[in-house]
């Protein structure tokens, strides 16, 4: 439990709202665009520069069952400067929907970024993923679809940002989080990106924060082993003074090291 390992989490998350408001107050922004009928399925959009732009999808963490997008507006400057259109998406949370549920409704706004990606400058072909937390998992679950089954096909995404990710579901049931996210023993294997085949080898990024607890450490190592050994051409960051909340910090600067993997994607 990440919020047991960073006691003063609720400074960081607050910190994190702070910094996202005057991105959100720019002149460009477009708010709570709603891609589907769910209580939160909607998006904010900040559209690139100039045309034909690569698409970056946040995807927010909290475990499944909490946080928004609101969070994060503060990471679309960087990557809007490099020339991005970035889009942050929000999902209904567990345990108003389950875990499959939450993952058909990522897909969904996938498929309508793609459908909408030239009036944000974008091209609906040049997808880069990324997430942390909950949102890597939900990244990495996004590329376990095959094109002829989805809406948005897995050949649209061009690369990936995994950032602190939980990969391996097994210890839901034994920690707090499973009374919200509520999981069968026969559910979790085909939720564990770490068991299941990687199909879709790309441009990736794994990061993880050097001071979070052993196991995210642990997973984000094995889940980047997995993606090389697959052919994926995957960049490996264990971020030094860093923890779970901490880490995502760094991409409100464009010099820091994760940031600038982050935007070398976008060339994808």
């Known amino acids: 439990m990440p919020r047991i390992a960073v006691p003063d989490h609720e400074k960081w998350l607050a910190e994190d709202l702070a910094l996202s408001v005057p991105v959100q107050q720019s002149r460009n922004a477009q708010l709570n665009v709603r891609y589907g009928p769910g209580a939160r399925q909607v998006l904010d959009i900040f559209p690139a520069r100039a045309a034909n732009a690569p698409i970056l999808v946040w995807i927010h963490g909290g475990y499944w069952r909490a ?15 490099a020339g991005a259109a970035v889009v942050l998406i929000n999902y209904d949370l567990c345990p108003n929907v389950d875990l499959p549920t939450l993952l058909a409704q990522t897909r969904a706004a996938l498929h309508w970024v793609r459908v909408h990606a030239a009036e944000m400058g974008g091209n609906a072909d040049r997808l880069v993923l990324a997430g942390n937390s909950a949102g890597a998992h939900i990244c990495a679950m996004a590329l376990q679809y095959s094109d002829a089954a989805d809406c ?24 707090q989080v499973r009374d919200e996210v509520h999981l069968t023993p026969d559910q979790i294997p085909g939720l564990s990106p770490l068991a299941l085949p990687i199909t879709h080898p790309l441009p990736s990024v794994v990061a993880v924060g050097a001071d ?7 997973q984000s190592e094995m889940y980047h082993a997995r993606l090389v050994a697959a052919g994926s051409v995957s960049k490996y960051l264990c971020v030094p003074g860093r923890h779970h909340f901490s880490i995502t910090r760094d991409l409100a600067n464009a010099e820091a090291p994760l940031t600038r993997a982050m935007i070398g994607l976008l060339q994808a």
């Open 67 to 81: 946080l928004s997008k609101d969070h994060y507006s503060f990471i679309a400057p960087p990557f809007l400067a």
């Open 152 to 175: 948005a096909p897995i050949s649209a995404i061009r690369a990936a940002a995994f950032i602190t990710g939980i990969y391996d579901l097994s210890p839901i049931p034994r920690i």
């Open 212 to 218: 979070e607890p052993e196991m995210w450490i642990e």
